[in-house]
């Protein structure tokens, strides 16, 4: 449940066959809720095929709060950017720090009051403690781009996304789950908020991808 009462869509995907040995990958997609085609290409995935031996959990809209309002919006139904909010180390004095220094107290990242002080957060950290996931995607926009936190290694390519390093934000997702749980995290960050990458683009990015987690053990 959200803030206001919401339902957190989740779509469990069995693996086929398999002897049991499938990679359990945690998809996720509108963790803020104005990144429109984080949301929609997660949809379209769920209409393509999925390879053997991956055993998904997706989740296309963890904010629903941030996109269902008249006006969508980045941060959740109490202003809190649930990418910030997540418990990493130190998070009362980095987020703040961050957010004070470096955004100038912007509204749209305002990390909350407390550390997983929201049930959109706690219920994320629930579902990667009860599933173990060996891989989470989380999908963004818009910076073209994709980031790989945590052990192994990155994707060489995801369609026409780029590698590149982020600031390594407090309370982000890629923090908590990727440098302090060890589990690997792949953020990809599509082109733009507001327009699906085409039907070939959204294919290779799908294709990359699964190619990789069936090739990358953890
Ligand atoms: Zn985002």
Request: charged share 25%; proline share 9%.
């Amino acid at each position: 449940m959200t803030a206001s009462g919401r339902v957190i869509p989740m779509v469990e995907s069995h693996p086929v066959g398999g002897d049991g040995s499938a990679r359990r990958v945690l998809l996720i997609g509108g963790t803020h809720g104005d990144e429109y085609a984080s949301v929609s290409i997660v949809f379209k995935w769920l209409q393509l095929e999925r390879r053997p031996g991956i055993h998904w959990r997706i989740v296309p809209l963890l904010n629903p709060d941030g996109l269902l309002r008249r006006q969508s919006r980045r941060v959740n139904a109490r202003g809190v950017d649930l990418n910030r909010n997540l418990p990493t180390p130190n998070w009362k004095q980095e987020s703040e720090h961050y957010w004070i220094q470096r955004t100038g107290r912007d509204p749209r990242r305002y990390p909350g009051p407390a550390a997983a002080s929201e049930p959109e957060t706690r219920w994320l950290m629930k579902e990667i403690d009860t599933f173990r996931p060996d891989v989470i995607v989380s999908v963004h926009a818009h910076y073209a781009s994709f980031v790989y936190d945590g052990p192994g290694s990155a994707p060489h390519r995801l369609g026409n996304l780029r590698r590149r390093q982020l600031w390594k934000y407090p309370g982000s997702l890629g923090a908590y789950a990727g440098r302090h749980l060890g589990i690997p995290v792949l953020t990809l960050e599509l082109p733009w908020a507001g327009i699906l990458p085409d039907a070939r683009a959204t294919q290779r990015i799908w294709d990359d991808l699964q190619h990789w987690l069936s090739r990358n053990p953890t």
